[in-house]
């Protein structure tokens, strides 16, 4: 297996959290849903874990400053490491709309004050 397919296979379990199999243990083959998602009725269609509110920013953020996968995950427990090493993958990729993302969501924290 390749590393592209590695993380092919990282980045598209068929399952959410609320489905009866863990997507970890779907064989690639089956997998059919991305972990991340884009739902336009939650945080406007950002980046999220898929089954949580969790954005990606939020845990590319943490990581950014200085939090392990172990901390992040002790910090947000709806997450697994798992989760959090492909949170950290889908921003390897898509820096660009990751950026926008942290960028707007600071612009919109500026507005408030």
Known sequence: MSQSD?????????????????????????????????????????????????PVRTVVLMAQAGFDAPRIVADLPT???????????YYDHHHDEIDAAIAADAHADDELF
């Open 6 to 54: 590695a993380h092919a296979n990282i980045l598209t379990p068929s399952t959410g959290r609320d489905g009866a199999q863990d997507p970890r243990l779907v064989p690639p083959a089956l997998r059919t849903r991305s972990w991340v998602a884009h739902h336009p009725g939650v945080l406007d269609g950002e980046a999220v874990i898929e089954g949580t509110r969790i």
């Open 79 to 89: 997450l697994t490491v798992a989760d959090v090493t492909v949170a950290l993958t």
